[in-house]
């Protein structure tokens, strides 16, 4: 088994990666700080969009 990097996490994912709250990654959406892709209803926020956040970016994809 390798352990491949992800591409992507759903915001449950991203909140338990980041520890920040739910609100808070909507927060972050809805301003446009971190982008998303709605994939058949789910949203999906890609890896580098996250770690251009934690890293104090803003993520315009």
Do not use: F, W
Not at 26 to 48: C, E, F, K, N, Q
Request: hydrophobic content about 35%; overall charge positive; some cysteine.
């Amino acid at each position: 088994m390798t352990n491949t990097e992800k591409l992507a996490y759903s915001v449950y994912e991203a909140c338990e990666a980041t520890s920040l709250k739910r609100s808070t990654i909507y927060a972050y959406i809805s301003a446009g700080r971190l982008r998303v892709v709605r994939i058949g209803g789910r949203t999906i926020i890609p890896a580098d969009s996250l770690r251009t956040l934690l890293e104090g970016g803003v993520d315009h994809g």
